[in-house]
Every structure is written in C-alpha cells, then in structure tokens.
C-alpha cells in the first residue's frame, strides 16, 4: 500500500474528541476510519480527550462518548479509562507537559508574550481591514517583541494576563501532504500568529496541546474531519518548530456528511426535520434537559450503523455493501476514501438495519426481541420466541416492529380489524369457520406440515373456496388479514388456543 505507513514505525492513531456535547455522527465515523486503519496495520487506537477549552466544557459528554463506543464495539487500545504508558492521556492532566514544551518554544524565538486586551483587539480590528495578528501588525502591538524584556517580566511578576503567541515567519510554502487530498500547498503570510497559550487559566490551546500530545503519544497518523484541513498548515509550521518533522503524522482529512438532499453540511436541525438521530446515543442536554434521540433508544443495531458510516466516504471498489467489523478493517483504504463530501443518505440505514436483523441468527434476535416482550407483558420460553422471530423477521427493519408483526402468537386479539372483515366476514364465513372447527376439533397433530395437506383435503371435499375460507379463519386468529403462513400460526398456538380464538370470534362477530 504506496507509502502510507512508513516501514519502521507502528501505526498509532488516535480519536480525539474535545467534550463539548454528545459525539456527533460525523465523528463515529471519524472514529471508525481511524479504527479500520489501525485494526488493519496491527496498530495502536489512543482515546485521548482535548478538554483545555474549558469554556466549553460540559459535563457528562466524556463518559457520554465511552458508553457510545462501547454500544457501537469500537474498542480502544489506550487513552481515557483505558490506560496505557503514554498517559495521561486527558489534556487537562498534562498542564506541566504544554508548559515546559511552550517554554522551549519562547526560549527558541519561535512563539512570543502578547499583553493586548481584547479591548485592544477589538479596537485594532475597528481601524484596520482584515486585521491579523501576524508579521505585518506584531510590531505593532503590545508584546515582547516590541516591549523591552525587563519590561515584560516585570508586568508577568505583576500578574497581567498575557497569551503566548506561535511567530509565524511570512512568505514560505507551507506543504500539507494529505493522504486523501494530495498536496495543499498555502502561503504562510496567510496564517496568524496563533495563541498557543493562556495565562489566565495555565492551559495551551487546541493547537499546542493537539501538536504537543499527537508526538509524544508517537501518534503516525491523524485521521480527522475535513473541518480540521485549514488547521493543518499550522500544526506542520509547529512540527518544524519543535524540530520534530521528521516524525510528523501523516495527514488524511475525510469529507463532509453532507445533508440527506445532499446540499451542505449535515446538522442537527436535518435530523430534527427529517426525523432521524445524529447523535449514537440519545443525550440529555445537562444545561437545558433538552433531550435530543439517539441511534440506540431509535432501536438501531450498532453494527448495521457502523456499516452504514464505513460506505459514507469509503467504498471497496465494488457492490459490496454488506461487510463485519472484520470484513471492513481488511478491505479499508485510507488512500481511497472520497474528497468529495457523502450524503447522509439516512433512509439507507433502515435498509441496512432490515438486512443486518436477516442475517443474525434467530437466536440473537430473539434475545433482542425479549424486553419488547417483557414490556408488553408476555413471558416465553427462549425457543419459542426463537420460533416467533422466525416467521416474522424477514417483515421489519427494527427489532421493536417485531411485535407489531407477532403479537398475536402471544395473545388472543382484543379486537378485529374493519378493513379485514369487510372484505373477508361475508354471509357465509360463520358457517364455514364452524365447519372447520368442527373439523380440527378431530385433529390431534397441529404440525404445520401435517395439518395443512389434511385441511386443504378437507375443503376440497366440501367444495369450498380456499381463499375465503382460509382468510376468514385467519381474521380470527390474528384479529386482521396479516401475518406469516396460516398453518405456521396454528401450529405456534396449538389446538386448544386456535379452536378458542375461533369460536370465540364467532361468538363476537354474530
Ligand atoms: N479535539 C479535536 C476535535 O474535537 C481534535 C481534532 C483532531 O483530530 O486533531 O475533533
């Protein structure tokens, strides 16, 4: 595979969240390509959480992510509750590491101390056009590039607030070598002098501490969202900066989630409107209790929604749609994945929900179908809702729409559907329906296959039209025109319940 992966250093990649609110679609996917990739190359996964911007810190949304990864079954190697030797792997515990390494950059030359309020700031953006902080206006500016040094140590002492700045030198090519994009080549005069620091609460920004904790967690390759590329030409200047370039990640920004009708960036409001979940799990707004739905409590299987996010930017190179976790990580390539953004084609996982409940074994879902039996009051053996599940599954795209479509195995109706009676409880169904009580009432062996050729004789002998008679008898089993064959629902409610369910009918319906 070209030269992805560099021969003599082992994969490491990590997922990064900043826990600001619940992990949003657009990052699970994130997460799972870094997972494919390092799955695939025998790697390392890191769980690292960038929570220096603690403005926007919000509680819950930590432990929120876990819980989603572990629903999902992305699994870890190290990071945040999972350990490892590269702790602490929570930026908000390294303050000493980002410290010592901002230090080095000042005493380089290659970042400075800036004084200027953002009073100043604002002030100096009212007067000049497209104002930057950068080589054209830092001397400008109250900082220690233009203040003397005595000067500067003395308003430190003090306790005046400061930021420190990274220097970014005009004019030189910046050279971002993207594994999916190619070679982005920028102008540095373009760039700001980032802040990189903060002294008013001793934490680095996302940029210094992201740069800072991608080396020394060995990290080889950042596999991130599209939204992060216009940082990437920054994050190469401070590699150089450190002297660590030669060590420097190699860079895959993956596309967009475009909305469902494919114009612009997917959101929230799209998942409002359209009425599907853009967070893994539902997440209860800890400020406002807003509650927004998750893709669990909708009743999605993790995997069928890994699947679905795999193809969202990333195909095999044919028709296959339906891979495992397994079949994903060996057929992934990083260099294949799309630039162009991926519709959040959102009807597409319902399918892939319906496929995912066909190809597990009866067993499995019938251990899912369980507490949507419980719930509804109905305790049965493993085998029998193993049976149940059987006959329906091939009906639903969701395990909960598995009772809509058997709960009459379970219960008498309570009930019996309008349109199917019209069209099935003519003049002559009680008749016939007696009949075949009558009939069944000599039968001992209820086994579908046994029942049905010795019902079938039956009428055949009394000259009666199949569809009618079947259809009607049906109705008084199930309530309504539905269902799976006949003879599999006889036989699932044995003898006494089905002659029960009929004569009861016939007692209600005359
Ligand atoms: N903390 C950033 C985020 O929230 C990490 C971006 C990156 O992967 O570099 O996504």
Same mark, same amino acid.
Request: include cysteine; proline fraction near 5%; charged fraction near 30%.
């Given at each position: 595979?070209?030269?992805?992966?560099?021969?003599?250093?082992?994969? *490491?990649?990590?997922?990064?969240?900043?826990?600001?609110?619940?992990?949003?679609?657009?990052?699970?996917?994130?997460?799972?390509?870094?997972?494919?990739?390092?799955?695939?190359?025998?790697?390392?996964?890191?769980?690292?959480?960038?929570? @220096?911007?603690?403005?926007?810190?919000?509680?819950?949304?930590?432990?929120?992510?876990?819980?989603?990864?572990?629903?999902?079954?992305?699994?870890?190697?190290?990071?945040?509750?999972?350990?490892?030797?590269?702790?602490?792997?929570?930026?908000?515990?390294?303050? +000493?590491?980002?410290?010592?390494?901002?230090?080095?950059?000042?005493?380089?030359?290659?970042?400075?101390?800036?004084?200027?309020?953002?009073?100043?700031?604002?002030?100096?953006?009212?007067? #000049?056009?497209?104002?930057?902080?950068?080589?054209?206006?830092?001397?400008?500016?109250?900082?220690?590039?233009?203040?003397?040094?005595?000067?500067? *140590?003395?308003? #430190?002492?003090?306790?005046?607030?400061?930021?420190?700045?990274?220097?970014?030198?005009?004019?030189?090519?910046?050279?971002?070598?993207?594994?999916?994009?190619?070679?982005?080549?920028?102008?540095?005069?373009? &760039?700001? %002098?980032?802040?990189?620091?903060?002294?008013?609460?001793?934490?680095?920004?996302?940029?210094?501490?992201?740069?800072?904790?991608?080396?020394?967690?060995?990290?080889?390759?950042?596999?991130?969202?599209?939204?992060?590329?216009?940082?990437?030409?920054?994050?190469?200047?401070?590699? +150089?900066?450190?002297?660590?370039?030669?060590?420097?990640?190699?860079?895959?920004?993956?596309?967009?989630?475009?909305?469902?009708?494919?114009?612009? /960036? &997917?959101?929230?409001? %799209?998942?409002?409107?359209?009425?599907?979940?853009?967070?893994?799990?539902?997440?209860?707004?800890?400020?406002?209790?807003?509650?927004?739905?998750?893709?669990?409590?909708?009743?999605?299987?993790?995997?069928?929604?890994?699947?679905?996010?795999?193809?969202?930017?990333?195909?095999?190179?044919?028709?296959?749609?339906?891979?495992?976790?397994?079949?994903?990580?060996?057929?992934?390539?990083?260099?294949? =994945?799309?630039?162009?953004?991926? *519709?959040?084609?959102?009807?597409?996982?319902?399918?892939?929900?319906?496929?995912?409940?066909?190809?597990?074994?009866?067993?499995?879902?019938?251990? &899912?179908?369980?507490?949507?039996?419980?719930?509804?009051?109905?305790?049965?053996?493993?085998?029998?809702?193993?049976?149940?599940?059987?006959?329906?599954?091939?009906?639903?795209?969701?395990?909960?729409?598995?009772?809509?479509?058997?709960?009459?195995?379970?219960?008498?109706?309570?009930?019996?559907?309008?349109?199917?009676?019209?069209?099935?409880?003519?003049?002559?169904?009680? /008749?016939?329906?007696? +009949?075949? =009580?009558?009939?069944?009432?000599?039968?001992?062996?209820?086994?579908? +296959?046994?029942?049905?050729?010795?019902?079938?004789?039956?009428?055949?002998?009394?000259?009666?039209?199949?569809?009618?008679?079947?259809?009607?008898? *049906?109705?008084?089993?199930?309530?309504?025109?539905?269902?799976?064959?006949?003879?599999?629902?006889?036989?699932?409610?044995?003898?006494?319940? @089905?002659?029960?369910?009929?004569?009861?009918?016939?007692?209600?319906?005359?």
């Amino acid at each position: 595979m070209s030269d992805t992966v560099a021969k003599e250093r082992r994969v *490491r990649v990590r997922f990064a969240p900043s826990p600001t609110g619940p992990l949003h679609i657009g990052g699970v996917r994130t997460a799972l390509y870094n997972y494919l990739f390092a799955r695939q190359h025998d790697g390392d996964f890191i769980f690292r959480i960038e929570d @220096t911007d603690t403005n926007r810190f919000v509680p819950g949304a930590e432990d929120y992510i876990i819980e989603a990864f572990r629903w999902l079954g992305i699994t870890f190697d190290e990071g945040v509750s999972f350990g490892g030797k590269y702790g602490p792997y929570r930026q908000s515990e390294r303050r +000493e590491i980002y410290r010592r390494h901002v230090d080095a950059l000042l005493d380089a030359g290659k970042a400075y101390i800036a004084f200027d309020t953002p009073d100043e700031l604002e002030k100096r953006r009212a007067e #000049i056009p497209n104002f930057q902080y950068d080589a054209t206006t830092r001397l400008s500016m109250r900082n220690s590039l233009t203040m003397p040094a005595d000067e500067v *140590r003395a308003l #430190i002492g003090g306790g005046i607030q400061y930021v420190v700045r990274f220097l970014i030198e005009p004019g030189r090519e910046v050279v971002v070598d993207d594994l999916i994009r190619g070679r982005v080549v920028i102008n540095s005069s373009i &760039l700001d %002098d980032k802040v990189l620091f903060k002294s008013a609460d001793e934490l680095p920004t996302y940029h210094l501490a992201n740069i800072v904790d991608d080396h020394l967690m060995e990290v080889t390759h950042v596999i991130r969202g599209e939204e992060w590329l216009p940082s990437a030409p920054l994050h190469v200047l401070l590699y +150089e900066a450190f002297g660590w370039q030669d060590t420097m990640p190699r860079f895959a920004h993956l596309p967009l989630l475009l909305k469902p009708e494919g114009n612009g /960036k &997917l959101s929230k409001r %799209d998942g409002d409107r359209l009425g599907f979940p853009v967070f893994p799990l539902e997440w209860h707004d800890p400020k406002t209790g807003e509650v927004s739905s998750g893709y669990r409590e909708k009743d999605y299987l993790p995997d069928a929604v890994l699947n679905f996010l795999a193809l969202l930017g990333w195909n095999p190179g044919d028709d296959t749609e339906i891979m495992s976790l397994d079949r994903m990580v060996s057929l992934f390539n990083l260099e294949k =994945c799309s630039k162009a953004g991926a *519709r959040f084609n959102y009807q597409k996982l319902s399918w892939f929900n319906h496929e995912y409940i066909l190809r597990k074994d009866d067993s499995e879902v019938a251990e &899912l179908f369980r507490p949507v039996l419980e719930r509804n009051g109905v305790t049965e053996t493993p085998e029998r809702i193993e049976k149940a599940v059987s006959l329906v599954k091939s009906r639903v795209n969701f395990i909960h729409e598995l009772w809509d479509n058997s709960y009459y195995l379970f219960r008498a109706p309570d009930g019996y559907d309008d349109k199917s009676l019209k069209k099935w409880w003519k003049e002559d169904a009680p /008749k016939t329906t007696a +009949e075949l =009580c009558g009939f069944l009432e000599t039968q001992d062996d209820f086994n579908a +296959e046994t029942l049905e050729p010795k019902v079938m004789d039956w009428i055949a002998s009394k000259e009666y039209p199949v569809g009618k008679v079947m259809n009607a008898f *049906r109705v008084t089993l199930v309530g309504a025109a539905m269902g799976p064959q006949i003879f599999a629902i006889t036989e699932f409610i044995g003898k006494e319940e @089905t002659l029960r369910r009929a004569r009861r009918a016939l007692e209600v319906l005359s």
